[in-house]
């Protein structure tokens, strides 16, 4: 049976995207190791913004902007950058990304700019963008590290979505801050799912979920 | 030693395009910034002002309206906008204040607005604010705003300033229900509201 697996995955990797491991590494990093849901990174913008839909949206987009910009620019430079000074170099073009995201909405979506407040500057410090820029980029040519970061982003912004929407059904009977007919005029809103707690809760019932489906390690398995 | 030299030269070719490329960016966002946060600032005095204006008015049109019905008065260290609207509209005269403050995250800015007697509360609202998402966020929340109309700056035995309580417990004049889970912001609002309140009746003597 590995033996199969094994020929198979030979005979495809020429071929394809990236030699063949573009659609793995898209799989890898929003699904089977989704950076939220698997590897648990990056939660606490994730609790935090995570109470209204829209603004989950908007945080996932930024951090896929940031993640594919800064995967590409680290890729790019992964022969010329000094190996001591790599880490200061990630932190800089990351930093770079995030301001310029910031500007952008400051100056052409003002009102999402000011709800997010100070979660779209630290998006800086969030492991995951280091993280594949330190794990990936550094090692890989620029083409699949776009990918990468891309299915990363992704696999954040999706899980993000997911909590957004039932934190936002549940705590406020509200999708997109419009009412749904036919569900808020009778559903009394449950303000924990707004709270902090709420955030906990629903990251913590996805989590199990995405492992639950993904199913247990193979070396755990036996 | 070389080493040392490559690693000083990639770090300033680093750094200077990175900064090179923000200040572009800066400069290029900047007057969309500021006219963002000057509509955001006239938008906020006229609403509080309770101005009519049409809904969806461009900023263009939100300035006019601005200039046209809206005076400003110095009276010291205070900066009143003053509304008196037209007599048969049947609107009341209408003073805005602005305060600000340290909020929990950064700055907190809004306007406070008071009725002609300068005792009672029409509207508030907040133009600048960095408070949590969701908790210390939801001061600029209408259902927030709201609870501060009508109220009083005074209590019953005229001691100035206003209390924002535990919600669900505001039973004086000058009391007003504060929001779950945001008593922090709560406080540090009610500490900036009671500073301009404070200015607003030294200056009224």
Same mark, same amino acid.
């Given at each position: 049976m590995a033996d199969n697996k094994q020929l198979a995955c030979m005979t495809c990797e020429?071929? @394809?995207?990236c030699g063949g491991r573009g659609l793995l590494t898209l799989k890898e990093g929003a699904?089977?190791?989704?950076?939220?849901?698997?590897?648990?990174? @990056?939660i606490c913008s994730a609790l935090a913004v995570t109470n209204r839909l829209e603004n989950s949206l908007v945080m996932g987009a930024a951090l896929i902007f940031v993640c594919v910009g800064s995967n590409l620019l680290v890729s790019l430079l992964r022969k010329v950058t000094p190996y001591r000074f790599r880490m200061i170099a990630e932190v800089a073009i990351i930093a770079t990304f995030v301001i310029l995201f910031d500007q952008f909405l400051k100056a052409f979506y003002w009102d999402m700019s000011k709800q997010l407040g100070p979660y779209v500057g630290l998006i800086i410090t969030n492991c995951i963008v280091m993280g594949r820029a330190e794990a990936f980029a550094l090692q890989n040519p620029p083409a699949l590290s776009i990918v990468d970061g891309l299915a990363n982003g992704l696999g954040y912004a999706v899980v993000l979505a997911i909590i957004g929407f039932f934190r936002e059904l549940l705590g406020a009977g509200e999708i997109l801050g419009r009412e749904i007919p036919g569900f808020s005029s009778w559903y009394t809103p449950n303000q924990l799912m707004i709270l902090a707690p709420g955030a906990f809760f629903a990251l913590g019932i996805v989590i199990g979920i995405f492992n639950w489906i993904k199913g247990p390690e193979p070396q755990e398995k036996k | 030693m070389k080493n040392n030299v490559y690693t000083l030269f990639y770090a300033g070719v680093l750094g200077t395009v990175c900064s090179l490329l923000l200040t572009a960016v800066a400069s290029f966002t900047a007057p969309y910034q500021e006219a963002n946060a000057e509509a955001e600032k006239n938008h906020n005095i006229l609403g509080v002002l309770q101005v009519p204006y049409p809904p969806g008015a461009s900023s263009q049109e939100l300035v006019e309206i601005f200039e046209d019905n809206v005076r400003l008065e110095q009276k010291g260290e205070l900066a009143m906008y003053i509304y008196v609207p037209?007599?048969?509209?049947?609107?009341e005269e209408t003073v805005a204040v602005g305060f600000e403050g340290p909020g929990l995250w950064g700055p907190v800015k809004g306007f406070l607005a008071l009725g002609r007697d300068m005792r009672t509360i029409r509207g508030i609202t907040f133009y600048e604010q960095e408070e949590t998402p969701g908790l210390g966020g939801e001061i600029v929340t209408e259902g927030f705003r709201k609870r501060f109309v009508g109220k009083k700056i005074h209590d019953k035995d005229d001691n100035v300033g206003i209390v924002i309580c535990k919600p669900g417990s505001a039973k004086e004049q000058n009391e007003i229900d504060g929001i779950t889970g945001a008593t922090m912001t709560c406080d540090k609002v009610q500490a900036m509201l009671n500073e301009a309140i404070k200015s607003i009746v030294e200056e009224k003597r």
């Open positions: 020429p071929r @394809g995207l699904w089977a190791n989704n950076p939220l849901a698997i590897q648990v990174l @990056g | 037209p007599k048969d509209s049947g609107n």
